[in-house]
């Protein structure tokens, strides 16, 4: 895990300052400079608020879960874990490690793996709901602009397909190197963690709607960043339009292959929000709403993953 975060950090320093210099590139002139200046501080210290309670409802979906199986932790430490999740997401393909990043503090904690995996498997689906909800809004939109559909039906097929080949080369390797003594421990493993699903069906319901509810209003908190951001540029943000232009770019974020959707969301950003500001303006608002929606949060979650990788270090 730790040589996949160094090197996706690396990959996406790279693609990060390509990103950023194809921006300035294309958008910035002398008007950039004094749209920077205008900015109006209250909407800023709003986005940041909204940035505190996207970790705060991050928090809580994992906090929920994991009190459901009776593993405790102090909310300070939710905190920091949202946080490192958050890293681990931004220096991964599709997101996959906030997911390898759940589990690696969870297990600080004490857990067992099988319990920790039903959390971390709780979490996404808790996520999963979310863009559930949203997907007859995305087929809209995709039918409204077939060229896009094409696009994203690509993405999805070479997804599904590196997919399908990993299961079943994990599940040959595991046929053909596991000793019998071992395949027993495995699937007994397998057991326990199903087991550990199973209570959050039909003991743990409560717990689970409440993780739920809390990665709705977290998604809510992050298509607010944009609204917020226009209003900041003295802009009248069409609050409609800009959350429903989000949620395509979202799918789009999530499946990408880049680290956590670095030169997509960039490159994405500038289409999507175009029709919203002034182009002098459009290739700040992107690294503006890029940073604080996810990069200043993946950075803070890197300094904290790698203090936590010392503690366990010396330990």
Same mark, same amino acid.
Request: contains cysteine; hydrophobic residues 55%.
């Given at each position: *895990?730790?040589?996949?975060?160094?090197?996706?950090?690396?990959?996406? %320093?790279?693609?990060?300052?390509? #990103?950023? @210099?194809? /921006?300035?590139? =294309?958008?910035?002139?002398?008007?950039?400079? !004094?749209?920077?200046? #205008?900015?109006?501080?209250?909407?800023?210290?709003? &986005?940041?608020?909204?940035? $505190?309670?996207?970790?705060? $409802?991050?928090?809580?979906?994992?906090?929920?879960?994991?009190?459901?199986? +009776?593993?405790?932790?102090? @909310?300070?430490?939710?905190?920091? *874990? #949202?946080?490192?999740?958050?890293?681990?997401?931004?220096?991964?393909?599709?997101?996959?490690?906030?997911?390898?990043?759940?589990?690696?503090?969870?297990?600080?904690? +004490?857990?067992?793996?099988?319990? %920790? *995996?039903?959390?971390?498997?709780?979490?996404?689906?808790?996520?999963?709901? $979310?863009f559930l909800l949203c997907l007859p809004l995305l087929v809209y939109y995709l039918h409204?602009?077939?060229?896009?559909? %094409?696009?994203?039906?690509?993405?999805?097929?070479?997804?599904?397909?590196?997919?399908?080949?990993?299961?079943?080369?994990?599940?040959?390797?595991?046929?053909?190197?596991?000793?019998?003594?071992?395949?027993?421990?495995?699937?007994?493993?397998?057991?326990?963690?199903?087991?550990?699903?199973? /209570?959050?069906?039909?003991?743990? =319901? +409560?717990?689970?709607?409440?993780?739920?509810?809390?990665?709705?209003? @977290?998604?809510?908190?992050?298509?607010?960043?944009?609204?917020?951001? %226009?209003? &900041?540029?003295?802009a009248e943000a069409d609050f409609v339009k800009l959350v429903f232009d989000q949620i395509v770019?979202?799918?789009?974020?999530? /499946?990408?292959?880049?680290?956590? +959707?670095?030169?997509?969301?960039?490159?994405?950003?500038?289409?999507?929000?175009?029709?919203?500001? !002034?182009?002098?303006?459009?290739?700040?608002?992107?690294?503006?709403?890029?940073?604080?929606? !996810?990069? *200043? #949060?993946?950075? /803070?979650?890197?300094?904290?993953?790698?203090?936590?990788?010392?503690?366990?270090?010396?330990?």
């Amino acid at each position: *895990m730790r040589k996949t975060f160094l090197y996706g950090t690396l990959i996406l %320093v790279l693609v990060l300052v390509l #990103s950023f @210099l194809y /921006i300035a590139l =294309k958008t910035f002139s002398k008007e950039t400079v !004094q749209s920077v200046l #205008s900015l109006k501080r209250r909407y800023l210290l709003l &986005s940041l608020f909204l940035l $505190f309670l996207y970790h705060t $409802f991050d928090n809580l979906r994992l906090f929920f879960l994991s009190r459901a199986v +009776g593993l405790r932790y102090s @909310l300070l430490y939710g905190y920091v *874990m #949202s946080f490192v999740n958050t890293f681990g997401a931004t220096v991964t393909p599709a997101h996959i490690g906030g997911e390898a990043a759940a589990v690696y503090m969870l297990l600080r904690k +004490g857990a067992s793996l099988h319990k %920790v *995996m039903s959390i971390v498997t709780m979490k996404a689906v808790s996520g999963g709901v $979310f863009f559930l909800l949203c997907l007859p809004l995305l087929v809209y939109y995709l039918h409204e602009h077939p060229a896009e559909a %094409v696009r994203v039906l690509k993405v999805l097929g070479a997804v599904l397909f590196v997919s399908v080949s990993v299961y079943f080369a994990f599940d040959l390797l595991v046929r053909r190197n596991l000793r019998r003594a071992d395949l027993r421990k495995f699937r007994e493993s397998l057991k326990r963690y199903v087991n550990y699903l199973r /209570i959050f069906g039909y003991k743990r =319901k +409560g717990y689970l709607f409440l993780s739920i509810l809390s990665s709705l209003l @977290l998604y809510a908190c992050f298509l607010l960043f944009a609204p917020v951001l %226009v209003l &900041s540029f003295g802009a009248e943000a069409d609050f409609v339009k800009l959350v429903f232009d989000q949620i395509v770019l979202l799918y789009a974020l999530f /499946i990408s292959p880049t680290p956590g +959707g670095s030169g997509v969301g960039e490159i994405g950003g500038l289409a999507v929000f175009r029709g919203h500001l !002034q182009p002098y303006e459009i290739g700040v608002f992107v690294i503006l709403w890029r940073v604080i929606s !996810q990069y *200043m #949060s993946a950075f /803070i979650g890197g300094v904290l993953f790698l203090v936590c990788l010392l503690k366990d270090l010396r330990r």
